[in-house]
């Protein structure tokens, strides 16, 4: 009933000051009822004002400057997609399309074996008819049709084998009795390996059956856990598809939930003015055969309001559990002791208190849960970004090595180049010397003549002095190279 500040600052900006002669046009009769009381402008709701509306939808691009034609499709386009998801739910966990699915393939399967094993047990019946005695089950039929083949080969040794399959020995030994006083016809090995073939297919689609209701279980036990732990993942799982969704389930009253899947009966008995049904898909419940038969309608009343509760609180809660479906399905069973032997059962409200106590334990461990798992994934992704960030260090650095590398190997050969230059220089050096030393001075004394070893020691100290001077250039040069690097 609060009108929108954002609603309320544009039409007291926008409307003049005189509220009672303007007349508004609004699609809602509860936003005009709000404006009305809220600023005092008089809305006028009805057929007129949702034609015009849809003109203004329909020429919004003629009406608004730099808005297209095309432009205008495509917001319609999104605003059409972003309405479909949100009409389906985000968690992709708790999709109830992939129940409906499962469960409908899980009864198209039912009678497929069932029409297969039927094709398998006259065609193999006609070399083998007293197996069909022995063994009732399809599935075993069928394994045993592979397993024994042509009857007259079946001899002590393959016992074993039966035993098994069949899971008894008396079984096992009453096939190979029956398999030596057959009234069969004799097959060909043609025909056997066609027999043998179709039975696999038969085997393989029974046993696809079985991982399918794991499936299905699992799937159960994620979307609606409280309405499995009530009636059963196979029962609950026929209501959700029925009735289209868990939401459109959750919607449902309880006698509506009653009377599921017996819609035919229903209208008939309102046609013809006899008896309504009692029960539709919840007599597969285990409740209904258990009760008596005068407690069967007061059984199922009971059982589809409870359906009703668990569907809600699956539907609704933001972490689902188990918890109050286990307290539902006991209140079941005391309503059923009830009805037999009259013991007094709890009411509601304890039974509820001591759900929400237990759910609110169960969901605070399951968020804890969540938290750490989080927290791991926090940590794994900051591992993996210092091993990267390492990895892109380690990766520069052999890059820039590398260049050293090259610009070190450019570098030496020029530097070899002037080593030599400068050893010439000094030899050239060192040679004038002694010819000085040798020759006679300008003002024609001659100088003492030094002897040899003197020499040798003179141009030793000269030699020794400039490869100190070169040295200290070296760690210059390579002092400036560092702090260039």
């Known amino acids: 009933g609060i009108l929108h500040e954002d609603l309320r600052l544009l039409l007291e900006t926008s409307m003049p000051a005189k509220k009672k002669k303007v007349l508004l046009g609004v699609a809602d009769a509860k936003i005009g009822a709000a404006i009305l009381e809220e600023l005092g402008y008089q809305c006028q709701t009805g057929g007129v004002v949702a034609e015009i509306l849809r003109g203004i939808r329909l020429h919004f691009h003629a009406l608004v400057k730099g808005l297209t034609a095309q432009s205008a499709s495509?917001?319609?386009?999104?605003l059409g997609h972003s309405y479909s998801r949100a009409k389906v739910k985000f968690n992709v966990n708790r999709v109830d399309n992939m129940i409906i699915q499962s469960?409908?393939?899980?009864?198209?399967?039912?009678?497929?074996?069932?029409?297969?094993?039927?094709?398998?047990?006259?065609?193999?019946?006609?070399?083998?008819?007293?197996?069909?005695?022995?063994?009732?089950?399809?599935?075993?039929?069928?394994?045993?049709?592979?397993?024994?083949?042509?009857?007259k080969e079946l001899s002590e040794e393959s016992l074993e084998g039966l035993e098994e399959i069949v899971m008894d020995s008396a079984k096992a030994q009453a096939i190979l009795e029956a398999s030596r006083s057959s009234m069969g016809m004799d097959i060909s090995p043609l025909d056997l390996i066609n027999i043998e073939s179709f039975s696999s297919r038969v085997i393989s689609l029974s046993e696809y059956r079985k991982g399918l209701q794991e499936?299905?279980?699992?799937?159960?036990?994620?979307?609606?856990?409280?309405?499995?732990?009530?009636?059963?993942?196979?029962?609950?799982?026929?209501?959700?598809?029925?009735?289209?969704?868990?939401?459109?389930?959750?919607?449902?009253?309880a006698s509506t939930v009653q009377i599921l899947g017996a819609e035919k009966a229903l209208f008939r008995a309102l046609k013809t003015r006899g008896n309504t049904p009692k029960y539709g898909l919840i007599f597969h419940s285990t409740f209904i055969g258990r009760a008596a038969a005068k407690n069967k309608g007061r059984i199922s009343r009971y059982l589809a309001n409870k359906c009703t509760i668990a569907s809600r609180i699956d539907c609704f809660s933001e972490v689902p559990t188990s918890v109050f479906g286990d307290k539902l399905r006991e209140q079941v069973e005391e309503r059923l002791a009830f009805y037999e032997t009259g013991e007094p059962p709890r009411k509601n409200l304890e039974v509820m208190k001591e759900a929400v106590v237990e759910a609110s334990e169960v969901v605070a461990e399951v968020k804890r849960k969540q938290e750490k798992k989080e927290k791991k994934k926090k940590k794994r992704e900051k591992e993996k970004k210092r091993e990267k960030q390492r990895m892109e260090a380690l990766a520069a650095a052999a890059e820039e090595n590398s260049m050293l590398e090259t610009e070190e190997n450019n570098i030496e050969p020029k530097k070899k180049k002037k080593k030599k230059q400068q050893q010439q220089e000094l030899e050239a050096e060192s040679e004038q010397e002694v010819e000085a030393a040798s020759e006679p001075e300008e003002n024609g004394l001659e100088e003492e003549v030094l002897p040899k070893k003197k020499r040798k020691l003179m141009v030793e100290a000269d030699q020794e002095e400039e490869e100190k001077k070169k040295k200290k250039k070296k760690k210059k040069e390579k002092a400036k190279d560092s702090e260039e690097d």
């Open 103 to 151: 469960i409908s393939l899980l009864d198209q399967l039912d009678k497929d074996i069932n029409t297969f094993s039927m094709r398998v047990r006259e065609w193999y019946g006609y070399h083998f008819p007293e197996l069909i005695k022995i063994v009732s089950e399809n599935y075993t039929y069928c394994r045993l049709a592979k397993f024994i083949g042509n009857r």
């Open 74 to 78: 495509k917001a319609q386009l999104g």
């Open 215 to 253: 499936y299905l279980r699992s799937k159960m036990s994620q979307v609606a856990p409280s309405l499995s732990a009530l009636i059963g993942e196979v029962v609950g799982a026929r209501l959700i598809s029925h009735a289209g969704s868990l939401t459109n389930l959750a919607k449902y009253p």
